[in-house]
C-alpha cells in the first residue's frame, strides 16, 4: 500500500441517494487492518412506542404503518397478530389468506423497488434510476411492471397502496368481492413472467467475491414459505414462539447510533432479512422459484451479501406466484373481521417484511387501552451484523483510492436494506488510516 492510501484520509458522501434515513460511517485503520466500523444513525428517534401508551388497543395496525410508507402492510399485520393475541382472538383462515395475500402485494412492489430502481444502478455502473431510464428504458418499464402489480393489489384489498386503510385487528373492514381479485389475475399472469426474468437478469450481475457466517434467522412455517406468520428459527438451533422473543433476543444502545442494536443473548449478532429467509426454507418455495434461484446461480443457502438481489427477485417471483394461487382459492370471508372484545393481558406477534422479521408487543389494560408497546424492526436487529460486513469488507479492499472505496461502502450498505423511500445525506464515510 503505498503512503498515500496509508496516511489519514477523510471520505464524506453528503448526499447518498437510494438509501432511506440519516447516518454515518466511520471507519479506523491502523497498520492495514480495519479497527473499528461504525455505522451511524443519527436521525431523531420517532418514539412510536411511547406514542401508543394510551391508545385504544383498535390503533396500533394504524399508527405503527406510518413507520414507513414502503412496507406499510408488515406493520399492519404484526401489530394485529399481536393484538389478538393479547385478547385471545384467533382469526379464521379466510381471514389469514386474504392477509397473505395482501403481504403478497407489498413483497412484490417492495422488492421491485428495490431491486431496479434502488440496487440494480450499482451492478450496472449507472448513479441512479433515471439514468438507467436514459439508457435502458426497458429494463426500468419492467421493474414499473412488477412494482404496478404489487401496488394493485394493495389498492384492490387494502384500499389504497400507501398505508392500506382496510385493515384492522381481527381482519378487514371490508373483503374484496371475487370479482375485484379475478381482475388482477391477467397483470399478475404477466408480471409473472417479468419476475422470472428478473430472475434471470440479476443472477447474471457480477458479484464481490464476500461471505459472511452471522447466525440467520427467520420465520419458518408448517407448510410455506414464511411471509405472514411461524416460527422464529436459526441454522444454529433457535426455535421460538412469539411470546419468546424477547426472552431470546436483546436490544442496546450504544453511543454512536440512535438506532437500537440488537443480540441473541448470550449469543451475540444474528441476520434476518431476505438472505436467512430463503437460506432457513429453500425447501418452502414453489418448484418454479427454487428452479430459477438454482439457474441463476443460487445454492440452497446464500451467504453472498452482494447477491441479496437475486435472492429479492426469487422472491418475487414466488409472491407472484403465491398471490396467483391465493386468488383462484379465494373465498371471501364472513364477516370480514373476528370479534375482539378487549381484556388485560400481553400479546406478541411477528411477520416477514421484505427486509426481515418484524416484532410487535403490546401490554393492554381491562378496557383495552395501550399501557406497553414494543416494536422490533428488522434494522435494529441487522445493524450488528451490517456493521461486522463493513469492517471485513473495507479491508478487503484499502488498496482502493478514496472515491472508488467511498463507492464500495455505498453498495455495500444497500445490500442490506431494500424498504427505502427517497432520501438523501444518509451516510458520511469517514475513513481514518494510520501506518
Known sequence: MDAERSAARRLSVQALARVEGEGAMHVQVRGGKVE???????EPPRFFEALLRGRAFTE?????????GICPVAYQISAA?????????????NVRALRRLLYCGEWIQSHALHIYLLHAPDFLGVESA??????????VQQGLTLKKAGNDLMTVIGGRAVHPVNTKVGGFHRAPDRAELLALVEPLERALEVAEETVRWVGAFDFPDFRHEHEYVALRDADRYPIEGGRLVSDRGLDIGP???EEHVEELHVEHSTALHAVLRGRGTYMT???ARYSLNFDRL???AREAALAAGLGETCRNPFQSIVVRAVETLYAVEEALRLIDAYRPPDPPAAAVTPRAGRGSGWSEAPRGVLYHRYTLAADGTVEDAVITPPTSQNQRAVEADLARFVEAHLELDDAALTHKCEQAIRNYDPCISCSTHFLT??????A
Open 60 to 68: 396500533p395496525p394504524d399508527i405503527t404503518s406510518r413507520i414507513c
Open 130 to 139: 433515471l439514468a438507467l431510464a436514459r439508457t435502458a428504458p426497458e429494463v
Open 273 to 275: 432479512g431476505p438472505l
Open 286 to 288: 414453489s418448484d418454479r
Open 81 to 93: 397478530h399481536a393484538i389478538e393475541a393479547a385478547c385471545g382472538v384467533t382469526v379464521d383462515d
Open 429 to 434: 464515510l469517514d475513513v481514518e488510516r494510520s
Open 36 to 42: 473499528e466500523a461504525r455505522l451511524e444513525i443519527y
Open 243 to 245: 411470546e419468546a422473543f
